[in-house]
């Protein structure tokens, strides 16, 4: 039963983070006549287009389920042999040089861009104006922000979720979703069965989670791993529903796109078709550990700088692309130094830089003032800049902000009943971007502790305990800690950051 106490910091925590109640998860009405028409547009053109419509998936785990729910959708519609599809290898977006190649060469003749390439209406428009080539219309069905074109690129309709402030802002799965949801009075399909693989992609592009839409799209993956339903069966289930998502299917499918093995994340979503992943999933397990290599490799080329509020690994120009593999140097270097991280490579020609930036203490706004040119979400994007600007942004920068680790309450740890920590374990599944996990500090001392492999158990004298991923226990105000749910439905509480 939940506590009077439990109950007054819930309703605080709910306050602060603008959110009405812990379990609001519904979708709201989309007004948006645009994307109604595109839609049936697109259904339309599909049925009366002959070979071949040709769907661009996007190279993450969003442009991943994005175009497996639109070529699923066009398949059931009965245009299965018509379609085609691509993603270009190293995590090039949009209409780069291998798309352009794909477009011509395959003879696309109607072609459906997804999680990318709004800003790319003009190069589109350009091939089909080209007698030479078949391609003849394009859909682009996305949610980045982007420069309108000026042209009237009557040919290639662009639907972006970003163009309306007033709707939610859903991953690029949802707007595919979206578009097609409206179409279902007309072909009879139904579309709640793609529900699932939004919540996927909400989670994996970071999506706003005190946003109740994406909240609910993410209630449904979780309503399908309890269930046991594909492709969630295929990995290992230890009670959290967030964690299996985030740290388990969205890594492994971002290992296989970033090294290259593109055929391979195709022959997953057919055998996830089937129900047939299990084995698969283990076989590929060895993208991450090809992935870990040549992370490692980026750190025996680069140069490392420590600046006030971010670390930057530069490194020179180098003919192997290492650029899918930014990000990731970049996550580890702050979480080593506590501070932003910057990974950059300097270009052939010793112009201009381009990298990966993860924030720690701040955003890409704070970079843009200095000159980059960021492309992508707040905290994780890439970035370029001029040879001569980064050189000033090396010798002049300075960050003096410091992190604040927010928590609700100073508390014992006994104060709260174990119905409590499970009522804030659940709500800490809906955590994320916007959304900051509930915590405490707790102001006990621990008895003992129990250090294992990658976690530390800190054991207290009622008997409760703390798992400790991080390995630094002591805040300035105590522990501070977050529940986390687990397999047999008592609560983990996860140490998070102190000062």
Partial sequence: MISDLGKALMDKALADRGIEHPLKLEKAEWDWNWMNTVGEDLVFQVALTEPY??????????GLFSGYVIEDYLTRLGAGNKIKHHMSKGKVHGMGDEAIRWVVEEDIKLLIVVDAGSGH?????????????????AYILDHHDYIPSERNNQDVYVVNVSDRPDLPPVSGCGVVFRTIEATQEITGLDTSIYEKFVGITILSDVCRMDVNENRYYVSKSYEAIIGGQTPFDAFPYYGSSASLIS??????????IRTNRIEGVFRFLNRMQKGRLKSFVIQEKSAK???????NEIKNIGEIFKLEGITVSLRPHQEENYQPFNG????????????????MELSEDKKMMSGSFRGWQFG????????????????????????????YFLENFSYQGELEVDYVAKIRINQLTEDDWLWFSHFNEYAGNGCEAIRFAVI?????????????IWHFANGLEVVDFSTQLIGKDGLVVEPTEKYDEFTLLRKVEGD
């Fill in 53 to 62: 419509i040709g769907v661009l998936y996007d190279p993450d785990v969003d």
């Fill in 121 to 137: 209406a003009d190069i589109i428009q350009d091939l089909i104006d080209d007698e030479g080539n078949a391609l003849e219309r």
């Fill in 247 to 256: 740290y388990n299917l969205v890594p492994l499918l971002n290992a296989m």
């Fill in 289 to 295: 550990v090809e992935q870990k290599e040549r992370v």
């Fill in 328 to 343: 990731l140097y970049a996550n580890e270097l702050m979480g080593e130094n506590r501070s932003g991280a910057l990974v």
């Fill in 364 to 391: 890409k706004e704070v970079l843009e003032e200095w000159g980059f040119e960021c492309h992508g979400h707040n905290k994780a994007c890439g970035a370029t800049i001029s040879t001569e600007d980064f050189k």
């Fill in 444 to 456: 006990d001392e621990p008895d003992t502790c129990n250090t294992l492999t990658k976690r530390t």
